[in-house]
């Protein structure tokens, strides 16, 4: 049996008869070190990946101490998750055990690793491609690596079928921005109550706290901005109780919305159009329209300015996104403001007259609101 406890928001294993797991505590403590637990949603998920693997090995009477391979590909092959989560939960078990091994709590790691190569763009410099050892065992890297994008008239169609304003700004977002959710979570009232539209502008910065409490500088559209804007002098200010968060989305009670919040009412929305749609899967959107858009710009490395908007530590993980310009078919527009245009239009406005593509895009917002 294991206990996980949270106090402070920072998380605690227990095992039988509450006894202090020691040596995962520390793990768990360390990786605020390295940057990768500094949110408390990140911190609580790494604390239930290793905590149901240790409750496993209770339960089967095994010390993860001594575990082998085949007990690992044994408790591997009884979850029933997907197969990125699969992944992602190796991945953690990986960096326990190593950081296991280097300070000899045990000997090796119960896992089998094979080479793989890296495939880099020509525009990174002379290097093509780079090794990296990955973890063998049960990885389904097939499926695992495939980017499911969904199309533009179905993000829409899920944007209208939100209940409220709120809402539908929160699927815009996503959309326009490729925000995760809890960096959208964190918008404060005064980004946008303080933000300078230029009337030449056709994007404003915002500064976001990303994974591992990294800032960057995030576009989004002046409409948005301005539409948020809105929301938070009109709609936002009539919730009662709302003076106790400065956060932008709020719920009934006045309360930051949450990201159980968030998930319920995408869930909602998209099993009435029968969409498969959640926050990551709106990234994607934005992460390949854009790959799209700034490769056509021309840049000496679209991917590299992706990867920054993004806010990926590895190019390795904006790379997955490369295959997939080819299959979409956006025209070009001349910068960010007719990038949103021709989305919101669902990617039938060819490049040309900016008046037009603007006015056919207010035209079209009068209309789903």
């Known amino acids: 049996m294991t ?3 949270f106090r402070a928001q920072k998380p605690y294993l227990f095992g039988s008869a509450w006894k202090t797991l020691l040596e995962p505590n520390d793990w768990l403590y360390s990786l605020r070190g390295d940057g990768a637990t500094q949110s408390p949603q990140t911190w609580r998920v790494y604390a239930y990946a290793l905590g149901d693997h240790l409750a496993w090995c209770h339960r089967e009477g ?35 055990y ?3 091994e280097a300070r000899r709590i045990r000997l090796g ?9 890296v495939r880099r763009p020509g525009f990174f410099g002379r290097e093509t491609a780079r090794q990296v050892m990955r973890p063998s065992v049960m990885r389904r890297v097939s499926q695992a690596e495939q980017v499911i994008v969904p199309r533009v008239a179905d993000v829409w169609a899920l944007r209208n079928a939100m209940p409220c304003w709120r809402d539908r700004l929160v699927v815009e977002c996503f959309a326009f921005t ?20 230029d009337a030449k502008e056709s994007a404003v910065f915002v500064k976001v706290i990303g994974k591992g409490r990294k800032p960057r500088l995030v576009p989004f559209p002046a409409t948005l901005v301005r539409d948020l804007r809105r929301y938070i002098l009109l709609d936002r200010n009539h919730v009662a109780g709302v003076q106790r968060t400065d956060r932008v989305f709020v719920s009934a009670k006045g309360a930051a919305l949450s990201s159980s ?13 029968g969409l498969p ?8 959107f934005f992460a390949c329209h854009r790959l799209r858009y700034l490769s056509g710009l021309g840049i000496g490395d679209p991917l590299g300015q992706l990867q920054r908007e993004l806010g990926h530590s590895q190019i390795t993980t904006t790379l997955r996104y490369l295959h997939l310009t080819d299959e979409l078919r956006a025209r070009i527009a001349s910068d960010h403001q007719e990038f949103v245009a021709t989305l919101a239009l669902g990617g039938k406005v060819a490049s040309g007259d900016r008046t037009q593509i603007e006015a056919e895009a207010m035209q079209h917002e009068r209309h789903v609101r």
């Open 3 to 5: 206990h996980i406890v």
């Open 62 to 96: 095994l010390d993860w101490r001594t575990l082998g391979r085949p007990e690992m590909e044994r408790y591997l092959s009884t979850l029933a998750i997907a197969d990125g989560t699969l992944n992602w939960k190796i991945s953690v078990l990986v960096r326990f």
């Open 98 to 100: 190593i950081w296991c």
């Open 109 to 117: 790691v119960p896992f089998t690793f094979r080479e793989a190569f």
């Open 178 to 197: 490729g925000l995760r959710c809890a960096e959208l979570l964190g918008l404060r009232t005064e980004q946008f109550l303080a933000a300078r539209i």
């Open 261 to 273: 919040g968030v998930q319920f009412r995408l869930r909602t929305a998209s099993r009435q159009l």
């Open 277 to 284: 749609t959640h926050p990551h899967l709106l990234r994607h």
